[in-house]
């Protein structure tokens, strides 16, 4: 069965690789392809796995492993997608061949080789097929394939030689769908991978991955070193056309600032150019190597214009187990809910923590109001409250179990009612009413920063954020699924939850995908990194300038200073500018 798996996956390559060319020019292999004199070969060992991630489906790969190893260094990685046509010495790329001569000549490091096939779900019987993995495993814009990589090969292979856990020393390579996979990998998780070799990549719609160019136009940069090769006559298919997805990313990858080489032939749909200058790609993908890689700072991308450079996410609470809501004071400090230990937690401008309010029956949303007080939801027994400076608590309304509100100036609530797909109303007085009915899963509710426009984000299927117009009586009016939002691959909604805005009316939105930041006219312009690899779920202004971007994630509290100003709902309003249309 092993040796059938490992014959199916080398024809899936080959049926890749060796596509009849219309009008290709002749890429002759050179030197740096084959055997030279004097040049010491390395060892290339076969192996099989089968997969937990993948279920049920076994893998031949081969690990080469250069004379220059030496067990006492950890050595550099590169994974080759379709394995089989890199590991032959004598065919296809001929990989132990190609790093044979670089590392010799010092043209790159000395890197362990792993060359991995896709991999294949046997048969249940004779008369049925095999699962095929190589278009579910390669072609989605995922994180499954590097977790495939990182939790099941690597530290395989990492038993018997010593790898390096340097991001700096790890790079990817592959063709067609193996050269989107490649990408996506790196893409998905850069703190453990930022080289990559993409021949003819399929960055078309085969699974989605047509989305990556707009991903990374809008997406904080990350520290990639990017090779694509493709030819003028690439395949041209139900999935999209091949030289026009490559084009679309080498232009956004230019955009953002990303270092990148495209070498263009005339080719189709074949691996003969990527063969013939797999050793040019290698140079380099790893020239400058130990110098690390780093993301760009200064490119067009409207993500710099509210970012600063060289500043990161930093935890800043401690001992909270379940951070929650969110909410800013006058002076920048910043209240978070820790549902867990019933309380609410103060993070001062400084940093520092300590405890606001101990036994708060379960308090989740918070939102302060021009009256300095803190508004909190209390779900479990229906009602909201108001806490003074002091902490005292005093009741605000009732009937109602919300996990989301905001005060505006005028110190009217507007807050969620998730089980009955309501938004309140809630005047200074005490007066509830009911102002729109509807909202499945409603999330996360702020305002504008003139406060003409409502906005709420709501957690369920659908590309949107809605809008209300606000009316002088607080009523609203003329609902709109207005906002777009970026929902990942494979996900059935974006996760949007809390939201913030600042002082150029952008809005900010907690999600899956990232910190998405939508301007006026409702269109996604950029996407901060979450702090972790978790959905944010709230997101707030704070700092004694209102420039540090406060988030949930994982349980904890992050924040990073941003050159945008935030701007608090409960102040008087201010007119931003209006949108680019």
């Known amino acids: 069965m092993r040796r059938f798996v490992s014959l199916v996956s080398a024809l899936i390559f080959l049926c890749a690789s060796l596509a009849v060319c219309r009008a290709a020019e002749d890429y002759p292999i050179g030197p740096d392809s084959l055997p030279q004199a004097g040049v010491p070969k390395g060892e290339v060992t076969h192996y099989n796995w089968t997969s937990k991630i993948f279920p049920g489906s076994q893998y031949d790969y081969w690990v080469y492993v250069p004379k220059e190893y030496d067990a006492s260094k950890p050595a550099c990685v590169m994974v080759y997608l379709d394995g089989g046509g890199f590991a032959d010495p004598n065919g296809g790329f001929r990989g132990p061949t190609v790093m044979d001569n670089l590392i010799f000549r010092k043209e790159m490091p000395v890197t362990i080789g792993i060359m991995i ?21 390669y072609d989605a814009p995922t994180d499954q394939y590097a977790r495939f990589l990182l939790e099941e090969i690597m530290p395989e292979v990492g038993k018997k030689y010593s790898l390096t856990k340097d991001p700096n ?16 990998a790196a893409w998905a998780r850069p703190d453990q991978f930022r080289r990559v070799i993409s021949f003819i990549g399929s960055f078309t719609d085969l699974r989605g991955g047509n989305v990556f160019p707009s991903l990374i136009r809008k997406s904080e940069p990350k520290p990639l070193r990017v090779y694509l090769q493709d030819g003028s006559h690439d395949q041209d298919i139900y999935g999209g056309a091949w030289y026009l997805g490559n084009q679309e990313m080498e232009a956004a990858l230019r955009f953002a600032g990303y270092e990148t080489e495209f070498v263009v032939g005339t080719g189709g749909h074949s691996g003969q150019q990527g063969a013939a200058i797999l050793p040019d790609a290698m140079r380099w993908v790893w020239r400058g190597f130990p110098e690390p890689l780093r993301a760009a700072t200064s490119n067009p991308q409207p993500i710099l214009q509210i970012l600063q450079a060289g500043e990161d996410w930093q935890p800043v609470t401690e001992g909270i187990q379940n951070a929650d809501g969110l909410a800013s004071d006058s002076a920048g400090n910043v209240y978070v809910s820790d549902t867990r230990n019933n309380r609410i937690v103060k993070i001062t401008t400084d940093g520092k923590n300590s405890v606001f309010k101990d036994g708060t029956n379960g308090a989740t949303a918070l939102a302060f109001g021009p009256d300095s007080k803190l508004y909190a939801s209390q779900p479990v027994h229906k009602r909201i409250v108001a806490y003074d400076v002091n902490g005292k608590e005093s009741a605000v309304a009732s009937g109602l179990a919300s996990n989301s509100l905001v005060v505006n100036h005028q ?15 809630i005047t200074s007085g005490g007066h509830k009413s009911s102002v729109d009915e509807g909202i499945v899963d409603e999330t996360g509710i702020t305002f504008t920063p003139d406060q003409s426009l409502l906005l709420v984000s709501h957690n369920a299927p659908g590309k949107f954020l809605y809008s209300f117009r606000t009316l002088p009586d ?12 970026v929902i990942p691959y494979g996900e059935g909604d974006s996760g949007s939850a809390g939201l913030a805005t600042d002082a150029n009316g952008w809005l900010y939105v907690a999600s899956k995908q990232g910190i998405q930041v939508e301007d006026q006219a ?9 702090p972790e690899r978790a959905a944010t779920t709230a997101v707030v202004f704070g700092g004694t300038n209102l420039d540090m971007l406060y988030a949930t994630c994982n349980n904890k509290v992050y924040r990073r200073k941003t050159k945008a100003k935030g701007v608090l709902a409960f102040a008087d309003p ?8």
């Open 522 to 530: 409702g269109r996604v312009n950029s996407i901060i990194n979450n």
């Open 474 to 485: 607080g009523k609203l009016q003329d609902r709109q699924p207005y906002f777009d939002v």
């Open 117 to 137: 096939n896709p991999g294949v779900a046997p048969a249940v019987g004779k008369n049925s097929l095999p699962r095929y993995d190589r278009s579910y495993e």
């Open 574 to 581: 201010i007119k931003p500018n209006g949108p680019h249309l």
């Open 169 to 184: 020393g790890r790079g990817l390579c592959g063709a067609s769908s193996g050269g989107i996979c490649a990408f996506a």
């Open 411 to 425: 110190g009217q609530i507007y807050a969620n009612d998730s089980a009955n797909k309501k938004i309140w109303l």
